[in-house]
């Protein structure tokens, strides 16, 4: 069965600094790869996927992720971060079937500190 | 254009009661899916309808069922409800089935059961 690890529940970084969330999956074959971010009191919005090719995948923001199959790794970077980053951000997978169920792993929250 | 858009957005019932939430995809959106997801925890998927037609179903009781309608919009029916019901529920909707293009997801409606 598929499932999500997002190592640490809760990242503070200061305003500029980088961030990095981690990710990792297991799952029998390589699925589909999500991050979604969360504002308070609003649903989720795609930040960005992975479903094939280049495994250095842009989205929203300046947010990037990398894909590395050897480590069943989707972890999250954004080179500078900015006050509104802060908020709830969710590592996804789906599996490669005829429906899209996706797991989401447990969060973590991002703090940015002035 | 209108995103995915849910409702009530708020809602507080007692425990035994029954509740109906509604959801409205993107339009051109075909496929609808529901999540659960309760406080500091990531969302947990309960049904994907398709072509209103049930696609996936996750490990949720048979208090739960949903059901898609012709204009794709769908409800979610929660019977005997509990205290450990109370969460917020999320719809999400997609342009076709099993294409991964990634979920839209609505705000919410924030259930409470007392």
């Known amino acids: 069965a598929q499932s999500v690890t997002q190592l640490g529940s809760h990242v503070s970084v200061s305003e500029g600094a980088l961030v990095l969330l981690r990710c990792n999956y297991s799952s029998s074959v390589p699925p589909y790869l999500f991050w979604y971010v969360q504002y308070p009191n609003q649903g989720l919005q795609l930040l960005l996927k992975y479903t094939t090719g280049a495994t250095l995948v842009k989205g929203i923001n300046g947010f990037e992720a990398e894909f590395k199959k050897s480590e069943t790794s989707f972890h999250l970077t954004k080179p500078s971060a900015h006050m509104s980053d802060a908020a709830e951000y969710f590592c996804a997978v789906s599996e490669r079937t005829s429906y899209d169920k996706v797991i989401f792993g447990p969060g973590t929250s991002l703090s940015v500190i002035p | 254009d209108a995103g995915v858009t849910q409702s009530p957005t708020h809602l507080i019932k007692t425990r035994g009661q029954h509740v109906t939430l509604r959801c409205s995809p993107i339009s051109g959106h075909k496929s609808v899916s529901w999540y659960q997801q309760v406080l500091g925890q990531g969302p947990q998927f309960i049904f994907q309808y398709y072509e209103k037609e049930e696609r996936g179903r996750g490990n949720f009781p048979d208090r739960f069922s949903a059901r898609q309608f012709p204009n794709y919009s769908s409800e979610l029916n929660v019977n005997a409800l509990l205290l450990g019901d109370s969460a917020l529920y999320l719809c999400?909707?997609?342009?076709?089935?099993?294409?991964?293009?990634?979920?839209?997801f609505g705000s919410g409606t924030r259930l409470t059961v007392v």
């Open positions: 999400a909707s997609s342009l076709e089935l099993g294409r991964h293009y990634g979920y839209t």
